[in-house]
């Protein structure tokens, strides 16, 4: 059974600081691509970040951009994201999910997710 268990969410003012991870489990030794969605109150899914299985090739969207770095521990079974400069507008639940293909997970576009974990939320407020 697949599971993808996010953690690190949390509150943190304008300009700090988090790292989130993720744990995935039920993949047997196969590492695939990873990414990071997130959502906001009343908006819908937005893809992150995306790596893939070796992590040699990371994407970004352009609002993180400089600021997210996705990073992944083969070894741990592990995918991270580490946030800096959080701005309000960043405030979300934060989801690591499998992607169908290399090419989603890099870029965001047509996106497919074959699996999803339960989420972490991010508030970044005052």
């Known amino acids: 059974q697949v599971q993808l268990v996010e953690s690190g969410g949390g509150l943190v003012e304008p300009g700090g600081s988090l790292r989130l991870s993720c744990v995935y489990s039920?993949?047997?030794?196969?590492?695939?691509?990873m990414i990071w969605v997130r959502q906001a109150p009343g908006k819908g899914l937005e893809w992150v970040s995306g790596i893939t299985n070796g992590g040699a090739s990371e994407g970004y969207a352009d609002s993180v951009k400089g600021r997210f770095t996705i990073s992944r521990d083969n070894a741990k079974n592990t995918v991270y994201l580490r946030m800096s400069n959080l701005k309000p507008e960043d405030s979300a639940v934060y989801y690591c999910?499998?992607?169908?293909?290399?090419?989603?997970?890099?870029?965001?576009?047509?996106?497919?997710?074959?699996?999803r974990g339960q989420g972490t939320q991010v508030t970044v407020s005052s």
């Open positions: 039920g993949f047997g030794r196969t590492h695939f691509p």
């Open positions: 999910a499998r992607p169908r293909t290399t090419d989603s997970a890099l870029t965001g576009q047509k996106l497919e997710l074959l699996h």
